[in-house]
């Protein structure tokens, strides 16, 4: 769907929807929550790491990357999830803009 990111992006989707209905099902929201919000920051943290290590390849020559395709599947992705949620979004805050004006 999304070529090269496609792959990667769909099973990190699966897992992280899939983890979101198991965690919805406990009753101890804040625990919940704070659980979640350590994973996310592990996570992050993980995705940095993983940044700076490509980063690193690329800065020493052992790795030339295709930009064009990363590039090209980063904006396609990014579109799909305008159309999916962003226009939804921009609609409700300016709905609310307008009634707190008004």
Do not use: C, N
């Amino acid at each position: 769907m999304f070529g090269f990111l496609g792959t990667h992006l769909g099973q990190s989707a699966f897992v992280g929807v899939a983890a979101v209905i198991v965690l919805l099902k406990f009753r101890r929201y804040r625990a919940v929550s704070g659980a979640a919000i350590g994973a996310v920051s592990s996570a992050a943290t993980v995705g940095i790491a993983i940044v700076v290590a490509l980063f690193g390849l690329v800065a020493l020559g052992y790795w030339d990357p295709p930009v064009s395709e990363i590039v090209g599947d980063a904006l396609g992705a990014s579109r799909a999830l305008y159309d999916l949620v962003g226009e939804w979004l921009v609609e409700q805050t300016l709905g609310r803009l307008e009634d707190v004006a008004a």
